[in-house]
């Protein structure tokens, strides 16, 4: 994520982990540099469909509230996926 992170010149991350693999939700501020990289996690155990449904627009709102955060009053100029 540091390496996508400098070669983009974006400085925050976002890593997104099934829950059942990481139960961390953290941000890990990169010393010498200005990158955060944050960690949050998404239940996919979820049996119903709308309870996974909540679960993806939950990971969205974090998601959103981040880039608001950092954008402060600026406009964003776009979001960055790594898959």
Known sequence: MLA???ATRVQ???????????S???EVEV???HTVVRQVTVDLGKEELGELGK????LADKTF??????AGPQILDGL????
């Open 4 to 6: 996508y992170c400098t």
């Open 12 to 22: 925050q991350g976002l890593l997104i982990y099934p829950l059942h693999a990481v």
């Open 24 to 26: 961390t939700q953290d």
């Open 31 to 33: 010393r010498n540099t």
């Open 55 to 58: 679960e993806c627009d939950a």
């Open 65 to 70: 509230e981040y880039t608001q955060a950092d």
């Open 80 to 83: 960055h996926y790594v898959t």
